[in-house]
C-alpha cells in the first residue's frame, strides 16, 4: 500500500530549473518512449527540485524498464560519448551536451548477510525499484515524458515535514546496506531533518553491521559530513546511536562531548584534526581510514599543535615553533579547531599577530644553505654542514630572524670554537 499520492503533478515543475533539465532530456525520453519504454528522473536532482534548490547540477541520474543493452543503443545515437562501465549493474552513461547523464535500468536488488554489495538483477517495476533506495526523499521519481512526479513512498510530504524515514522497514534497509545509517548522519543536518523513531531503533539493532562497509567507503561519508556548513545535528545523531565509536574506535572522552567538540568548530580540516585529537592513535586511525598522505599529514600536524597548545606557553619563540610545525597556512584551522575543543586561543592568537607585525613567518628555517656554510667555512660536505645548518634555524626560532651576517658570523664562531661536530673532540 502506498504511503502517498503515486502520481502527482508539481508545482515546482513550472519553475525554470525543472523545464531546463526536462528540455535536456526530452530528447531522450522521446526515444524511449518510441521505443516503447519508460523513462524517469530519479536521485537527488529531484530531491533538490522539489526543495526548490537551483543549483549548477549537471549530472542526471535516470531509470527505465529498458535493459541495459536496448538502453545503449537508445542512447549512442544522441551522446557526444557514451560510457558502459556499469552495464553489468543495469548502468550506461552519456554525455550529451553539457549534461553527463545515467540510465540504468529498474532493479530489484537482494544482499547476503556478509557483504553489502547486492546481487542485481533486472525489472520493470518502479515501485520495486524505488522501493530499495535509501530514504523516502531520494525515493522520488519524475515521469520524463508525462511529468509527473512519481511518490509512492511520501517523500514530498517527508520533506514537507523534515523528517528521515526509509522506504522499506529500516531494519531491511540497514541490513542490507549498513552504509545508509552513516548516509542518514550527512542527510540530518544537510536538509535540517529529524529522525524517524523506527530508524534510531534501527540503527541500535544493526549498527554492528558497519563492519562489513569498506573504509574507504566510511571515509567518503565522514568527510561528506564534516564537509557539511553545519555538521552538528549528524555528528549528534554517530554519537548517540553508537555509530561514532563504529567509525572512530574508543575515544578519550564521551562521545557526545566529541561531537560537540568537532560540531563547533568552522572548517572540515579543523574538525577531522578535533575528531583525531579525541581517538587512542591518530596517525593509526587516519591511515586504516585510508586517508591520503597529504590529508593525514596536515590533520596530525594540527593534532600535533593542540598538544602544544595545551601547554599554554605562548612566548615568541613557542609560537614561532608552534608556527612551524602547523604551517602558516594552517593557523587559522588549528585556532579554530583549538577553540571548539576549549583551549584559550587568544594568548597564541595575540603572538602570533605581534610576529607577523614585525618578522616573515613564512620564513622560519636557516638563513644559510648547506651550499653556502659549506663556501663559508670551506669544508667538504659532511655532518657539520647538517649540523650548523639546524643550529641556525633552532636560533631563528628561539631569538627570531638572523640577517646572512649574522648567521655566518655564528657559523664562524661555532667552528672556531670547535664546536664542528667532525672535531676528534666530539
Known amino acids: 500500500m502506498s504511503d502517498g499520492p503515486e502520481r502527482i503533478r508539481p508545482s515546482w515543475l513550472d519553475e525554470l ?17 518510441a521505443a516503447g519504454h519508460s523513462l524517469y528522473l530519479v536521485g537527488g ?62 532493479r530489484g536488488e537482494s544482499y547476503v548477510s556478509d557483504s553489502r554489495k547486492p546481487d542485481v538483477t533486472f525489472g520493470t517495476d518502479l515501485r520495486t525499484d524505488l522501493s530499495r533506495r535509501d530514504f523516502t526523499i531520494n525515493a522520488m521519481a ?41 548516509r542518514a548522519a ?3 543536518p544537510r536538509f535540517d531533518l529529524s529522525v524517524h523513531e523506527s530508524i534510531l531503533d534501527a540503527v541500535a ?19 561528506r559530513l564534516l564537509a557539511l556548513p553545519r555538521p552538528h545535528d549528524g555528528l549528534v545523531f554517530l554519537s548517540s546511536t553508537g555509530l561514532l565509536e563504529r567509525i572512530t574506535g574508543p575515544l578519550t572522552a564521551a562521545p557526545l562531548a566529541v561531537a560537540e567538540c568537532v560540531g563547533g568548530a ?42 602544544v597548545m595545551r601547554t599554554g606557553d605562548a612566548e615568541a619563540a613557542a609560537v614561532r615553533r608552534l608556527v612551524a610545525t602547523v604551517g602558516r597556512d594552517a593557523m587559522a584551522d588549528l585556532f579554530d579547531g583549538a577553540v571548539a575543543i576549549g583551549l584559550d586561543v587568544e594568548p597564541f592568537r595575540e603572538q602570533l599577530n605581534s610576529l607577523e607585525a614585525t618578522e616573515d613567518l613564512d620564513d622560519l628555517g636557516s638563513p644559510l644553505s648547506g651550499g653556502d656554510i659549506i663556501e663559508i ?50
Open 266 to 307: 568552522e572548517s572540515s580540516l579543523a574538525r577531522r584534526a578535533v575528531l583525531a585529537a579525541h581517538v587512542a592513535d591518530p596517525a593509526e586511525w587516519l591511515n586504516e581510514l585510508r586517508y591520503s598522505t597529504s590529508n593525514r599529514r596536515a590533520t596530525q600536524k594540527l593534532v600535533d599543535g593542540f598538544a
Open 205 to 223: 539493532e544493526h549498527r554492528d553491521r558497519l563492519e562489513i562497509v569498506s573504509r574507504e567507503r566510511v571515509h567518503d561519508e565522514l568527510e
Open 142 to 182: 519524475l515521469d520524463a515524458i508525462a511529468g509527473d512526479l512519481v511518490d509512492p513512498f511520501g517523500g514530498a510530504a517527508d520533506l514537507e515535514s523534515r523528517i528521515l524515514r526509509t522506504p522499506l522497514d529500516p531494519a531491511i534497509s540497514f541490513t542490507d546496506d549498513p552504509l545508509r545509517m552513516l
Open 45 to 106: 536532482v529531484v530531491r533538490d527540485l522539489s526543495l526548490g534548490a537551483d543549483g549548477s547540477v549537471t549530472d542526471l541520474d535516470l531509470t527505465t524498464d529498458a535493459t541495459p543493452e536496448t538502453t545503449r543503443k537508445l542512447l549512442a545515437p544522441l551522446a557526444h560519448e557514451l560510457w558502459t562501465q556499469g552495464e553489468r549493474f543495469g548502468t550506461i552513461g552519456a554525455s550529451i551536451g553539457a549534461w553527463a547523464i545515467e540510465v540504468t535500468t529498474h
Open 186 to 188: 550527512r542527510f540530518i
Open 17 to 33: 530549473r525543472a523545464q531546463e533539465i526536462l528540455e535536456t532530456i526530452a530528447p531522450v525520453a522521446q526515444l524511449f518512449l
Open 377 to 426: 667555512l670551506d669544508v667538504p660536505p659532511g655532518p657539520v654542514v647538517g649540523e650548523f645548518t639546524r643550529r641556525l634555524a633552532e636560533t631563528r626560532l628561539d631569538e627570531g630572524p638572523l640577517s646572512i651576517d649574522q648567521a655566518t658570523a655564528l657559523v664562524r664562531e661555532w667552528f672556531a670554537t670547535g664546536q664542528d661536530p667532525n672535531s676528534p673532540d666530539r
